[in-house]
Antibody, heavy 120, light 107 residues
Framework: QVTLKESGPMLVKPTETLTLTCSVSGFSLSNDRMGVSWIRQPPGKALEWLAHIFSNDEKSYNTSLKNRLTISKDTSKSQVVLTMTNLDPVDTASYYC????????????WGQGALVTVSS | DIQMTQSPSSVSASVGDRVTITCRASQSIASWLAWYQQKPGKAPKLLIYAASSLQSGVPSRFSGSGSGTDFTLTISSLQPEDFATYYCQQANSFLLTFGGGTKVEIK
C-alpha cells in the first residue's frame, strides 16, 4: 500500500525558512521508475508544482521559484525534504507531496497535504 | 515554461449530463497530459494519464483525448460524486505545470 505523508510547521514567520518532510511507504525512493514532487495550493486557488526529485537524485525546479527551493531525499529513511527560503504571506498554502512514475509522467499517489500559514 | 489554459473555468451541469473540459498547452507536449479531480479539503486524484489512459479504479465514464497542444476530458454521464474541480497537468521535460482548474457545479 503506497502512502505519502507531509509534516512540518503549520505557522511560519515572514522571511523565515520552511522545511517540509514527506515520509513515504509502499515504494522505495531508489526505484528507478519513481520520483517525488512537491505541489502547493493557496486557499481557493489552483495547484502549483514546486519541485521534483528522481531516483538518481537528479532534481527539477519550478523556474519562478528555483532560487528559493531545495529538494533532497534520504532513501534510508524513505523521506523527501523540501526547503523554501524567505517566506512571504503569499506562500500560505496547502503543501502536498506526490509520487510520479516515469512511465506515466503523472502524479499517481498524493499525501493528504499540510497547511502552512505565513504570518507574523 | 509551458502554460496550460483550461476552459471553461466553471460549468453548471445536471446529473446525467455530458461534460467536456478542454486544456490547451502553449507548445506541443505530445501526449504527456494528465487530468485530476479534486474535492474540497482533499488531495487531487489522478483520473487520466498520457492524455487518454484511464487510471486504475477510475470509472469508465471518464475519458481523455488529444495530443500536441489540445486536450479534452469528457464525463459521459455526470454522477453526483463527480461535482468537483478538475485540473490538467503537463510534464514536458519534467517541468510540470497545471491548468487553472474547472469547477463542475450542480445546476
Amino acid at each position: 500500500q503506497v502512502t505519502l505523508k507531509e509534516s512540518g510547521p503549520m505557522l511560519v514567520k515572514p522571511t523565515e525558512t520552511l522545511t517540509l518532510t514527506c515520509s513515504v511507504s509502499g515504494f522505495s525512493l531508489s526505484n528507478d521508475r519513481m520520483g517525488v514532487s512537491w505541489i502547493r495550493q493557496p486557499p481557493g486557488k489552483a495547484l502549483e508544482w514546486l519541485a521534483h526529485i528522481f531516483s538518481n537524485d537528479e532534481k527539477s525546479y519550478n523556474t519562478s521559484l528555483k532560487n528559493r527551493l531545495t529538494i533532497s531525499k534520504d532513501t534510508s529513511k524513505s523521506q523527501v525534504v523540501l526547503t523554501m527560503t524567505n517566506l512571504d504571506p503569499v506562500d500560505t498554502a496547502s503543501y502536498y507531496c506526490a509520487r510520479m512514475m516515469s512511465t506515466l509522467l503523472a502524479l499517481d499517489y498524493w499525501g493528504q497535504g499540510a497547511l502552512v500559514t505565513v504570518s507574523s | 515554461d509551458i502554460q496550460m489554459t483550461q476552459s471553461p473555468s466553471s460549468v453548471s451541469a445536471s446529473v446525467g449530463d455530458r461534460v467536456t473540459i478542454t486544456c490547451r498547452a502553449s507548445q506541443s507536449i505530445a501526449s504527456w497530459l494528465a487530468w485530476y479531480q479534486q474535492k474540497p479539503g482533499k488531495a487531487p486524484k489522478l483520473l487520466i494519464y498520457a492524455a487518454s489512459s484511464l487510471q486504475s479504479g477510475v470509472p469508465s465514464r471518464f475519458s481523455g483525448s488529444g495530443s500536441g497542444t489540445d486536450f479534452t476530458l469528457t464525463i459521459s454521464s455526470l454522477q453526483p460524486e463527480d461535482f468537483a474541480t478538475y485540473y490538467c497537468q503537463q510534464a514536458n521535460s519534467f517541468l510540470l505545470t497545471f491548468g487553472g482548474g474547472t469547477k463542475v457545479e450542480i445546476k
